[in-house]
């Protein structure tokens, strides 16, 4: 009753009927952060948190399926990512070999659609032919975009749509002052999807990082003190309903 008055999901494990299937976000971007945290809380290796990180990737692309979200872009990691210890890299780059091993018969049956932006040819061989084979695979699948965000940058996104769009004005030998928003949009590795409703980043940091700079610009923040690890479903649905209640209007019309 209170639960549902004042929308205090209060240890509620029914937060999910109280979501409103009229807004449920169409795209919902995380920053997963915390699993070397979650790792050594528990005195794990650092790849062990990357790891159960992983199952929960699959989990949430479960959830997000059946609340009916359109993309789902996750960060895996990014252009910074490569300064961490040489053997923590090389795990990382083996996980999306071990996402697809193990996951790609349940995205078959959820009828996902894997896409992966990123600058991908300085990955190694054996990554870029996972994501490759990952992307060609789904890709008559008309359900959830799981859309992986792996050795990407925001800044150096927005460089290179601002190069691409540079080189199409002087094709059409045109000049700086007919550069515009639409046509730098149009040149983001994103440019098929609408831009992210909500941004969540797990593990309590309040920043960025350098993701999805230009997209962000009208999304809605949520930050969360759990280490992506712990993240679930209940999670997600909460994370939902503050969404919900910010871009509620009673009798206007949502923005
Ligand atoms: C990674 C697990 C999730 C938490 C964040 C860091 C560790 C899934 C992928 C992935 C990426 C591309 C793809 C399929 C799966 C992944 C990295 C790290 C580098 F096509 N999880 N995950 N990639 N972690």
Known sequence: MFNKLFNNN???????????????????????????????????????????????VKKITTSASKLGVEV?????????NWKRPDEEVQFLMKL?????????????????????MGYHDVLPKHTQKVITDAMDKTKNNT??????????????????????AMRELLAQEL????????????????????????????????????FMLWQIAYSEFYFVEKHWPDFSHQDLCEAIATYQNRTRRFGGILK
């Open 72 to 80: 789902l872009t996750l960060y895996a990691f990014s252009t910074e």
């Open 96 to 116: 999306p070999v071990d996402f697809f091993e193990t996951f790609m018969p349940d995205l078959m049956k959820e009828n996902v659609r894997v896409h992966v």
């Open 10 to 56: 209060n240890g509620s494990d029914d937060i999910e009927s109280q979501l409103s299937k009229e807004n449920i976000p169409k795209h919902i971007a995380i920053i997963m952060d915390g699993n070397g945290r979650w790792a050594n809380k528990r005195f794990l290796p650092r790849i062990a948190g990357h790891k159960e990180g992983m199952n929960t």
């Open 175 to 210: 000049t700086p002052d007919d550069l515009t928003e639409e046509l730098i949009t149009k040149h983001l590795m994103t440019h098929t999807f609408p831009d992210p409703d909500l941004l969540i980043r797990t593990s309590g940091e309040m920043r960025v990082s350098n």
């Open 143 to 164: 359900g959830l975009v799981l859309n992986f965000a792996l050795n990407y940058g925001g800044r150096a996104e927005i460089v290179s749509a601002t190069q691409a």
